[in-house]
Each structure stands twice: as C-alpha cells, then as structure tokens.
C-alpha cells in the first residue's frame, strides 16, 4: 500500500511536466533549445515560434499548477504516513519516503520559478478547505521545504544505478540540491551559496575519482551526451524520468497515467 502512495507521488510529472509539450514547451518552446521535429510543420509547429498562430487560452497554465498541487498533495500524504508503515528498519522507511520528499522538492522549484510566491502546503488537509489561501514567498518556500527535503533525499536516497526506471538517487538530491541552493541568490541571499558550492564540489570529486560514491559520470565527448544509444541509459544525466512513447491502457491520450 506504501508503495502506491509513493507511486501517485510521480502523476503530475506524468500529468504535465515532463510529458512533452505542456510545460517544456511552456517554458522552453519559444527559445532557440528546441524547433519541430525535423523541422516539420505540425500540431505543435507555433508553439516553438514565441506562440505565434497558437492561440493558447487565458487559463494554459491552469494545467502546470493543479498538477503541481496534486503532487505536492501526494507527497504531504507519503510523508505523513511513513511513520505508520510497518518497515523492516528505520533506514528502509527514509529510503523510500525521500521520494516524496525530493519530489515535492520539484513541485516546488517548478511552482515557485514559474509562478513567484505561491501556496506553502506542506500537510494533509484533513477538514476546513481554505479557498483563500496566502502565497509565501520563494525565498521563504526555499528555506522551509525545498531545501530541507532534497537535504533529506541527499541522505537517505540510494546510490542506484544507470537503470532506467524514473525514480531519483543520490546523485539526482545532490545535483538538484546544489541548482536549489545557487538559484536562491536571485532572491537577494547569500545563505545558501555555500553549501550549493560544496554539494557542486563534492559530485564533481566523485566523477573525477571514478563515480565510486555517487555513480557520477561525464562522457569524454560532448557529443555522447546526446547520441540516441545514451538516451535511456545515459551514464550522465543526474535524473532520468521514464516517458512511454505509446498509448495507455485506459485510453488517456496521454501516457504514463498507470504507474506500478
């Protein structure tokens, strides 16, 4: 049943972050970082040429920020229950709850450079609804939850390996632990530059000794990084997170809705 709780956690990223064009192309699709495939004109061709023509609607972003909260809503429920799981030993239980913790971490370093100060709902809400919430600020949402839970996935998240199944390791806490810790600078702190420098530090060690702590990798030619035979099992990348090319089951158009 843990696991379940834990598998929901990872929806809105399926939902609508890294499932194609929704937030990449959001974000991104009006930089010079990505074009049509082949250049081709197509369903999404005006979405990678600053909108023109694409006429989105007024409420496009409405998508990014209800998957956001359902997964922050997913990972305050792991959280919480972790506690009542009948787990073999202590360190068990922490391998599997930093999941959740570093990926609430993402929802909000997602919510908060996109939207500024949003909500900070880091608990279950059990009874009253509040349909007028206050919006904290970044820097404070930072310190309060972004930070504290990627340092807890660093700790208790497992080596892993180059396997492509989705789930972060110790070396995807670090690597987002030390971005989380630069970006604050942009809020006008210095707090944190420190320790985003000596995270930084430490995996560019590890890959320089062989990867034997973190299982860090860079490939000898840059052009490895994007060849099609490293995709999957790119020794590099930090994170991977699995994308289904092809249809579901449930007859969702898009994919990836039946975590196991």
């Known amino acids: ?11 809105g990223l399926e939902r609508q972050f890294y499932n194609g064009v929704d937030f990449m192309g959001f974000m991104e699709g ?3 970082l990505w074009t049509a495939k082949t250049n081709q004109l197509g369903q999404n061709d005006q979405v990678f040429k600053f909108f023109a023509g694409a006429a989105p609607n007024l409420t496009f972003t409405n998508a990014l920020w209800n998957a956001a909260y359902d997964g922050v809503g997913a990972c305050n429920i792991a959280i919480e229950n972790a506690a009542n799981c009948p787990f073999k030993t202590t360190e068990e239980r922490n391998a599997k709850v930093a999941e959740a913790h570093f990926l609430r971490a993402v929802y909000f370093y997602h919510l908060v450079e996109t939207f500024g100060g949003v909500v900070k709902l880091t608990e279950v809400v059990h009874s009253t609804l509040n ?8 820097l404070e949402i930072y310190r309060d939850v972004i930070i504290p839970d990627l340092r807890f996935a660093a700790e208790w998240l497992p080596k892993g390996d180059d396997s492509f ?7 995807a806490a670090l690597g987002f632990l030390a971005k989380a810790c630069l ?10 530059l420190q320790e985003g420098y000596n995270v930084a530090k430490d995996l560019i060690s590890d890959c320089e000794s062989g990867g034997s702590k973190y299982n860090t990798y ?3 030619a840059f052009e490895d990084v994007f060849k ?3 995709n999957k099992n790119n020794k590099e990348a930090l994170w991977k997170y699995t994308i289904n090319p092809n249809g579901s089951s449930n007859g969702n158009y898009r994919t990836n809705r039946n975590d196991e």
């Open 1 to 11: 049943g843990y696991q379940t709780l834990v598998n929901q956690c990872y929806f």
């Open 30 to 32: 009006n930089t010079d």
């Open 131 to 138: 349909y007028a919430p206050d919006r904290t600020e970044p």
């Open 165 to 171: 199944d989705g789930r972060p390791t110790k070396k």
């Open 183 to 192: 970006t604050t600078q942009q809020y006008g702190t210095t707090e944190f």
């Open 218 to 220: 860079m490939y000898p």
């Open 228 to 230: 099609e035979a490293n």
